[in-house]
């Protein structure tokens, strides 16, 4: 699991990859199914690409870490 820090590669399936900066994780939890009172956690990552911060889903998308934060 990347660190608020590391230098990360993401990409969904192989495809169209971003590379940046992590600047925050966020870890929610939702209601999956309301009928059973089940909930899920989900963990985004913000990565600081070419000046924008994008959000990406940790269970949906790859994650290189390509360099580490001290």
Same mark, same amino acid.
């Given at each position: ?16 990859? $971003? ?5 925050? &994780?966020? @870890? ?5 199914? /309301?009928?059973?009172? !089940?909930? +899920?956690?989900?963990?985004?990552? $913000? ?5 924008? &911060?994008? @959000? ?5 998308? /790859?994650?290189?870490? !390509?360099? +580490?934060?001290?």
């Amino acid at each position: 699991m990347p660190k608020i820090g590391d230098v990360v590669v993401v990409s969904y399936n192989g495809r169209d990859p $971003h590379s940046g900066v992590v600047v925050d &994780i966020e @870890v929610s939890q939702d209601l999956f199914s /309301e009928k059973y009172a !089940i909930m +899920e956690t989900n963990t985004y990552l $913000h990565v600081l690409c070419n000046g924008e &911060i994008k @959000v990406f889903d940790v269970e949906e998308h /790859e994650i290189e870490v !390509i360099s +580490e934060s001290r």
